[in-house]
């Protein structure tokens, strides 16, 4: 009869440890997706902002880096900008560099 409360205790403890991680891995994945979103935020306002000032959009984002001040971790983080047209808004694409 006792070695079902010990296995209950450990049963319990288990289930204990293992709702622990998933909350933490998943507060983990929510953080990085926030992090990406700045990222994201910060290459648009950047373009939006040449935009205001030159009446268009830059061509790629080294400009975006040279005039406007732009900065982000290139090691963490590859970004995607596709100018299609000076008067339209680029598509911007920002992922996190696997193994980071």
């Known amino acids: 009869m ?3 409360k010990e296995i209950a205790i450990v049963l319990l403890m288990l289930l ?3 709702g622990v991680w998933l909350l933490v891995s998943r507060v983990g ?14 290459v648009q306002n950047a373009a939006l902002t040449c935009y205001a000032v030159e009446g268009a959009y830059p061509d790629d984002v080294e400009y ?8 982000y971790d290139q090691d963490r983080y590859m970004v995607r900008y596709s100018a299609f047209a000076s008067n339209l808004l680029p598509e911007i694409y ?5 193994g980071r």
């Open 2 to 4: 006792a070695y079902r």
């Open 29 to 42: 994945t929510s953080s990085d997706n926030a992090q990406t979103q700045f990222v994201t935020d910060a």
């Open 94 to 98: 920002v992922t996190e560099v696997e």
């Open 16 to 18: 204990v440890l293992v």
């Open 64 to 71: 975006l880096r040279a005039h406007y001040g732009l900065a």
